[in-house]
C-alpha cells in the first residue's frame, strides 16, 4: 500500500521496514514457531527435524510479502548450530488468512506467529513441529510517512498500539537505529 497516495496516517507491518521514505518504530516482536495439520501429518509422517522439509514427501506453504515477492528462507537454531529452510512450497500466498486456512487445510507445514497458532493446537487443528529448536521473532513496526504531520489523536493510537503490542508481544531484540524513531 502506498500510505501517500492512498492517505493513510499509518500502518502495522511484519517483518523489517525498508522504505526509508517511512519512519518506523519498532512495536513488538512476535514469537514463530513451526506448525503442521494432523491431515498433513498423517499423509507425510511427522518430521523429526527443520531438514526434512526439504524433501519430496514434504510440502510447505509460504508467504510471499506483497511488497518484493520473494519467498524468504526462515531460519530455525538449536545448540548454537542454524539451519536455513524454505521448504518445498505447495502454495504460495501473500494473505495471512488464506496462508492459515491452507495450513488448516493440511496443504503443508507453516510458520506461524504464536499468537495465530494458539487458539488452533488447543482444538488440536494444528500440531507444533520442532519444539527444541528456536526460531527468531518476526518484529512488528508501526509505520508512517517521514513528510506527513503527526496529529495528536495519531501519537496517541500510535503510542496505544506500542502499549497493547509490548503486553503480548514485547520487543526483544533492537532493529537499526535509523529505522527506530519516536513520533
Not at 494444528?126 to 509505520?143: E, G, K, R
Request: glycine share 6%.
Amino acid at each position: 500500500m502506498d500510505l501517500i497516495d492512498e492517505n493513510v496516517d499509518c500502518v502495522v507491518r511484519g517483518g523489517e521496514v525498508t522504505n526509508l521514505s517511512l519512519v518506523a518504530r519498532h512495536a513488538a516482536d512476535l514469537p514463530l514457531a513451526v506448525y503442521a495439520a494432523p491431515s498433513y501429518l498423517e499423509r507425510t509422517g511427522h518430521p523429526n527435524h527443520p531438514s526434512e522439509l526439504e524433501l519430496p514427501h514434504h510440502r510447505t506453504v509460504s508467504f510471499s510479502w506483497s511488497r518484493t515477492r520473494r519467498l524468504f528462507p526462515h531460519t530455525i537454531r538449536r545448540d548454537g548450530k542454524s539451519i536455513d529452510v524454505l521448504g518445498r512450497p505447495a502454495l504460495v500466498v501473500d494473505d495471512g488468512h488464506a496462508y492459515l486456512a491452507a495450513g488448516l487445510a493440511g496443504m503443508g507445514a507453516l510458520w506461524l506467529p504464536s499468537y495465530m497458532a494458539q487458539a488452533h493446537v488447543a482444538r488440536g487443528e494444528l500440531i507444533p513441529l520442532f519444539t527444541d529448536w528456536h526460531i527468531d521473532p518476526m518484529p512488528m513496526y508501526v509505520a508512517f510517512p517521514q513528510n506527513r504531520h503527526v496529529s495528536a489523536k495519531l501519537r496517541v493510537f500510535i503510542d496505544w498500539i506500542v502499549a497493547l503490542m509490548a503486553q503480548h508481544a514485547p520487543v526483544v531484540s533492537r532493529p537499526p537505529l535509523h529505522m527506530d524513531t519516536d513520533p
